[in-house]
C-alpha cells in the first residue's frame, strides 16, 4: 500500500499556472505507475495524466495535452502536474494515485491507492 499527499492546488485566474506535488511513501516508488485524476462538481472523476515509474511513458487525457505536463522526481519519492493555460473548466479537486507493478507501464485505470485531494479553482 502507498500513502499519498497532494498538494500545491488553489485560486488562479484562467490563464495562470500551478504545479500540484504528490508525495508517497511506503512501496519502492520507481516500480509504481502515477497518475492525476480529478472530480469537478456533480461529475465522475476523471483521468488527467499518468507517467511510468521508470519516469519514460506518458499518457494524457486529450482535454489537457500540450497544457498540463506530469513528471516525476523518484529520489523524492514526488510525482508533479504542471498545469499551464488553465481554464474555468479544469476547475476540480485533484487527486493522484498509485499502482504496483508500472515500471513500464502510464495506464490510465487501475490504480489502487488514492490521495485525499487538492482543490483548484479557476476563475474566468
Known amino acids: 500500500q502507498v500513502q499519498l499527499v497532494e498538494s500545491g492546488g488553489g485560486l488562479v485566474q484562467a490563464g495562470d499556472s500551478l504545479r500540484l506535488s504528490c508525495a508517497a511513501s511506503g512501496r519502492t516508488f520507481s516500480t509504481t505507475a502515477m497518475g492525476w485524476f480529478r472530480q469537478a462538481p456533480g461529475k465522475e472523476r476523471e483521468f488527467v495524466a499518468a507517467?511510468?515509474?521508470?519516469?519514460?511513458?506518458?499518457n494524457y487525457a486529450d482535454s489537457v495535452k500540450g497544457r498540463f505536463t506530469i513528471s516525476r522526481d523518484n529520489a523524492k519519492n514526488t510525482v508533479y502536474l504542471q498545469m499551464n493555460s488553465l481554464q474555468p473548466e479544469d476547475t476540480a479537486v485533484y487527486f493522484c494515485?498509485?499502482?504496483?507493478?508500472?515500471?513500464?507501464?502510464?495506464?490510465?485505470?487501475?490504480?489502487?491507492?488514492w490521495g485525499q485531494g487538492t482543490q483548484v479553482t479557476v476563475s474566468s
Open positions: 494515485a498509485a499502482r504496483a507493478y508500472g515500471q513500464l507501464l502510464a495506464p490510465r485505470g487501475g490504480y489502487t491507492d
Open positions: 507517467i511510468s515509474g521508470y519516469g519514460g511513458l506518458t
